[in-house]
């Protein structure tokens, strides 16, 4: 006589809420490291980067600038709109010292990077 194993009947029910679990998990993961990639971009904006020293304010701002010129636009206009966002709130202080930091860093990009970003502010500051 033969029987049957409990891990078979575990499959047929077991499987599906895995696969729906991957399904349903997998987006709201992506959704929740988008949103917090902004919010650390917004975080060392207004609050991180004007307490470090200006080399390494301009360090880091550097690298930021260039990967924000080298993503889609619609990523980048979200990425730039909320750095904005975080400076416009910020002390008068801060907001003149990270304007400062910034213009000088596009200065320093090639000229397609330059455009870019530029290109992406005045989207910005015309409300897109």
Request: hydrophobic fraction near 60%; glycine fraction near 4%; charge should be positive.
């Amino acid at each position: 006589m033969r029987t049957f194993s409990n891990a078979a009947l575990i499959w047929p029910i077991g499987l599906p809420i895995f696969l729906w679990g991957i399904a349903v998990l997998v987006p709201f993961r992506v959704l929740a490291q988008v949103h917090q990639r902004r919010a650390i971009v917004k975080q060392m904006a207004a609050v991180i980067l004007p307490h470090e020293t200006a080399e390494a304010r301009h360090r880091m701002l550097r690298r930021v600038m260039a990967a924000l010129a080298e993503m889609p636009e619609a990523q980048r206009l979200a990425y730039m709109r909320e750095m904005q966002a975080a400076l416009n709130v910020a002390p008068e202080g801060v907001r003149q010292l990270m304007t400062a930091a910034r213009m000088a860093v596009m200065a320093e990009l090639p000229a397609v990077q330059r455009r870019t970003l530029i290109a992406a502010m005045d989207q910005l500051m015309a409300g897109a």
